[in-house]
């Protein structure tokens, strides 16, 4: 079993509507969870983090976190096709000394957001 | 501000031949890691430096060696290149502040695109 799980996709929304892109990690222990957004032959580029349970807004952007159900989601408001693009969810998980220095990614949601 | 850099940006090798992908920051951080990408795998940490002096396996290291020159630099090498090595290879920086968790983002270069052949 994958460490974190996401939908490959892809995930079609018509442009103005909200796309919403989830993930599921396996470490209870996981603390901080981020969301990159990579275009095609690009690097990722973070787009949001979140550590509590909850949801956080950035401008469009919404981070939602439950971590009694180890789920993370995205949400993207008004999506534009400039939002076209994979995004990762990733997630912190404790290295071998004890620390959690390291990020283990999904595999990435490809979005398309149609005009 | 140049953040991470990475060099090659692309290299085309034969099997068996070795080389060093080179990795530098200026954002002052004291973790870097190397992963690769590859298509519908996401990316898979190979090493990473949690500071200056140190580092450690990650999920996929064998083939690999990293040596973490200094504070700003963190390079990987192949030693014998073999054609299941071909990938996107990206380094990453991140800042670790206090306690045990790091909590910090990690930034990214812009990839070398290695094929063997």
């Known amino acids: 079993q994958k460490e974190v799980e996401q939908n490959s996709g892809p995930l079609s929304v018509p442009e103005g509507a909200i796309a919403s892109l989830n993930c599921t990690y396996s470490d209870r222990g996981s603390q901080s969870f981020f969301w990159y957004r990579q275009y095609s032959g690009k690097s990722p580029e973070l787009i949001m983090f979140i550590y509590s349970n909850g949801d956080k807004e950035d401008g469009r952007f919404t981070a939602q976190l439950n971590k009694a159900s180890q789920y993370v989601s995205l949400l993207i408001r008004d999506s534009q096709p400039s939002d076209s693009a994979t995004y990762l969810c990733?997630?912190?998980?404790?290295?071998?000394?004890?620390?959690?220095?390291?990020?283990?990614f999904g595999s990435g949601t490809q979005l398309t957001v149609l005009p | 501000n140049a953040g991470v850099t990475q060099t090659p940006k692309f290299q085309v090798l034969k099997t068996g031949q070795s080389m060093t992908l080179q990795c530098a920051q200026d954002m002052n951080h004291n973790s870097m890691y190397w992963y690769r990408q590859d298509p519908g795998m996401g990316l898979r940490l190979i090493y990473y430096?949690?500071?200056?002096?140190?580092?450690d396996k990650g999920e996929v290291p064998n083939g690999y060696n990293v040596s973490r020159l200094n504070k700003r630099e963190f390079s990987l090498r192949l030693e014998s290149a073999a054609p299941s090595q071909t990938s996107v290879y990206f380094c990453?920086?991140?800042?670790?502040?206090?306690?045990?968790?790091?909590?910090?983002?990690?930034?990214f270069g812009d990839g070398t695109r290695l094929s063997i052949l």
């Open positions: 430096s949690a500071s200056e002096g140190t580092t």
């Open positions: 990453a920086s991140s800042e670790i502040l206090g306690g045990t968790f790091s909590n910090q983002p990690q930034h």
């Open positions: 990733a997630v912190t998980n404790r290295g071998s000394s004890g620390s959690a220095r390291q990020l283990t």
